[in-house]
């Protein structure tokens, strides 16, 4: 069974850092490119970041270019978004996803077959 | 405003038929993308519902169709039931991976 379990969200002043982790299980986590999606409170989806199965691409929204990084180990089955100079802006659930194409390529018109439960990040003075 | 645009509510009765249209442009739709659907259920992540604008993962309901013509794509729901009260966000792309403001399926 796929399982995702994000962590690290909390309460953070603008200008801060946080750092989220996503343990992933339940499938071979080298071969799947990920994500982050985030939704603000009562808003919508928007896609964040992606990362290929090796880790060596790397895909950024421009809201957050340049602030966040997004990365893995492999060795440990875990994602990585390091979020740096955040923004009130950046108030919203962080969700990872797991793109649904096995080859380990990043694909920006891939689909995410399965999702975790999400992580709180405020951000706030 | 996104790109994808999907009507903030729609509603129906117990039974009935209700479609959710996501409405993109020649650079996303119209271009050839495929479309993707999601439902998410209050309070929780989203699940994937039709991927490839017209396929249905394993465990999904018949209940739920998703179409695809020329700039817009379609997502039905025949014989709503309670349990389909839901947020619903399509997905394409556009230069980059977008989500459609999503629709709020109220049942009656």
């Known amino acids: 069974e796929v399982q995702l379990l994000e962590s690290g969200g909390g309460l953070v002043q603008p200008g801060g850092s946080l750092r989220l982790s996503c343990a992933a299980s339940g499938f071979i986590f080298s071969t799947y490119a990920m994500s982050w999606v985030r939704q603000s409170p009562g808003k919508g989806l928007e896609w964040v970041s992606g990362?290929?199965?090796?880790?060596?691409?790397?895909y950024y929204a421009d809201s957050v270019k340049g602030r966040f990084t997004i990365s893995r180990d492999n060795s440990k089955n875990t994602l990585y978004l390091q979020m740096n100079r955040l923004r009130p802006e950046d108030t919203a659930v962080y969700y990872c996803?797991?793109?649904?194409?096995?080859?380990?390529?990043?694909?920006?018109?891939?689909?995410?077959?399965?999702w975790g439960q999400g992580t709180l990040v405020t951000v706030s003075s | 405003q996104s790109v994808l645009t999907q009507p903030p509510s729609v509603s129906g009765a117990p039974g009935q038929r209700v479609t959710i249209s996501c409405t993109g442009s020649?650079?996303?739709?119209?271009?050839?993308?495929?479309v993707h659907w999601y439902q998410q259920l209050p309070g929780t992540a989203p699940k994937l519902l039709i991927s490839g604008n017209t396929n249905r993962p394993s465990g999904v309901p018949d209940r739920f169709s998703g179409s695809k013509s020329g700039t817009s794509a379609s997502l039905a729901i025949t014989g709503l039931q309670a349990e389909d009260e839901a947020d619903y966000y399509c997905?394409?792309?556009?230069?980059?991976?977008?989500f459609g403001g999503g629709t709020k399926v109220t049942v009656l």
């Open positions: 020649s650079s996303n739709i119209g271009a050839g993308y495929n």
């Open positions: 990362i290929s199965g090796s880790g060596g691409s790397t």
């Open positions: 996803a797991k793109s649904s194409d096995n080859s380990g390529y990043y694909y920006l018109t891939d689909f995410f077959d399965y």
């Open positions: 997905q394409s792309y556009d230069s980059s991976l977008l």
